[in-house]
């Protein structure tokens, strides 16, 4: 990341000295190193904006904020896969699905599928 995409990545009111910049732009750098794959594009903005946050933000408060998002993230999978589950048991013992059909409307694999079943 060049310093000019990283000032237009913060844009107008960013709060940042010119040292605070550089800071970042170095953190900016170590972050692409960590995170080098074009698929890794999401985690590359998730780390700056964390690194942008911790210098801009109290620690504290920004921890237990994510915190807060990571845990309320985890219920929010397992009501999700609960309900796929019931969903799937139903409609493959109703022979409305199969299987493999059901795992992959559902993006999850076949062998989870199976062992919700009792086949495994």
């Given at each position: 990341?060049?310093?000019?995409?990283?000032?237009?990545?913060?844009?107008?009111?960013?709060?940042?000295?010119?040292?605070?910049?550089?800071?970042?732009?170095?953190?900016?750098?170590?972050?692409e190193e960590q995170y080098p794959d074009e698929d890794d594009r999401?985690?590359?903005?998730?780390?700056?904006?964390?690194?942008?946050?911790?210098?801009?933000?109290?620690?504290?408060?920004?921890?237990?904020?994510?915190?807060?998002?990571?845990?309320?993230?985890?219920?929010?999978?397992?009501?999700?896969?609960?309900?796929?589950?019931?969903?799937?048991?139903?409609r493959i013992n109703n022979g409305d699905a199969t299987e493999?059909?059901?795992?992959?409307?559902?993006?999850?694999?076949?062998?989870?599928?199976?062992?919700?079943?009792?086949?495994?």
């Open positions: 990341m060049q310093k000019y995409e990283l000032i237009a990545w913060l844009g107008d009111d960013h709060g940042l000295n010119d040292e605070q910049i550089d800071e970042l732009l170095r953190t900016a750098g170590e972050i999401n985690d590359r903005e998730a780390a700056l904006t964390a690194a942008y946050r911790l210098m801009v933000e109290a620690p504290e408060d920004l921890v237990a904020e994510l915190a807060a998002k990571r845990t309320a993230a985890r219920v929010a999978e397992r009501k999700a896969l609960v309900a796929l589950r019931q969903i799937g048991v139903t493999a059909g059901f795992a992959h409307q559902a993006r999850i694999d076949r062998m989870s599928v199976r062992k919700w079943l009792g086949k495994r």
